[in-house]
């Protein structure tokens, strides 16, 4: 049997009902670090856990030259834009 490390706390295990049932209250603890493991009929089927930090960097103009847009892109055919126009 694997061996688990002492120092690493297994997350609670509760029920999807009880989840579901309490939900602000779970999502609290989350935000606070605490995580989950939900069940249905005594199996796992889900984590729940704090969300990872994802400090991405955005450079402003990255896709530029790469984005292309079809020369129609800003024209409608008469047929729709006459349908549009009056309401059909």
Not at 29 to 50: C, I, Y
Not at 62 to 69: Q, S
């Amino acid at each position: 049997m694997p061996r688990i490390a002492e120092n690493i706390p297994l997350p609670r295990r509760i029920g999807i009902r009880e989840f579901r049932g309490n939900l602000n209250a779970f999502l609290k603890e989350v935000q606070e670090g605490q995580s989950f493991v939900l069940t249905s009929h005594h199996k796992a089927v889900a984590e729940v856990r704090p969300a990872q930090s994802v400090d991405v960097e955005r450079r402003p103009g990255a896709l530029r030259g790469r984005i292309k847009l079809s020369n129609d892109f800003d024209s409608l055919p008469d047929t729709e834009l006459k349908a549009m126009e009056s309401g059909d």
